[in-house]
DNA sequence: ATTACATTTCGATGATTGGCTAAATATAGA
DNA sequence: TCTATATTTAGCCAATCATCGAAATGTAAT
């Protein structure tokens, strides 16, 4: 039970909700994308991908100073692909949704290294 | 975002994931045999279905001085049944839901009024 | 009416959780 | 090596949550 718990855990809050459903959105993004995205301290977010990879949520791999998180393999495959899939067509015409999404692309524009060290996004 | 997020915090408990599991198995149960079941107190059980309810997963129906609760409707139809699978197959083979089952059967072998009158069941 | 009992609501309490800042870690570049 | 930056960890605080006992509500039976 414990596996399922840290699973529904990870998904009982609205940030790592949000979050699950950008990297659904993006494929990847690194932390401090995320953090723009939530508006929340870089330690926050942090954390919150924790809870997502120790969930078997979402997996990492790192590229020098950055980290990328994308939805892990777990979570493309039956049987939780049924959950995922669940949030997609409950959260998609979610007002919150809508605006990360639109906010994620501006970001994607410039990329994520150029993100990350200005902040912020000049139109690249 | 906030229906989702109900459905996922209704879920993010142990107890009441046993009580799910419990109402997949027996169909119906009134609160004192959920109560039974977790030994947990009255009023922390009636606050759980009352979780449960509001989060659309629970329906119940109320016969005498006892109210039975069942999956709701909702909870057997798409999209929402395919969360309620992965938590059958999930949970299937886990060490407290397979007691909770054994119990489950005890219990229901002299039916929901007479285990409530007696607290207990003596073989009826 | 009065009693008995199942359930819910209320109020209090201890545990968990999400948030922050500050400090620690890791890496790239001067 | 020293500095800058991205991320994580640690420590703390406020808010939320699970739990209980007590009181309130609703229902059946005497």
Redo the contacts between chains.
């Keep these: 039970?414990k596996?399922?718990?840290s699973v529904?855990?990870a998904?009982?809050?609205?940030n790592r909700?949000?979050t699950v459903m950008a990297l659904h959105e993006m494929v990847e993004l690194c932390v401090c994308q995320v953090t723009e995205m939530l508006g929340l301290a870089p330690a926050t977010v942090s954390r919150h991908m924790s809870i997502l990879q120790n969930a078997g949520l979402v997996s990492s791999r790192k590229n020098g100073r950055w980290v990328y998180y994308r939805l892990s393999e777990m979570a493309k495959t039956e049987?939780?692909v049924?959950?995922m899939?669940?949030?997609g067509?409950?959260?998609d015409h979610?007002?919150?949704?809508k605006a990360d999404r639109k906010y994620l692309r501006k970001i994607a524009r410039c990329g994520a290294a150029q993100y990350c060290s200005n902040g912020s996004c000049e139109e690249g």
């Design positions: 039970m596996n399922v718990l529904t855990k998904l009982s809050d609205g909700l949000r049987p939780i049924t959950v899939d669940w949030l067509e409950s959260l979610s007002k919150e949704i």
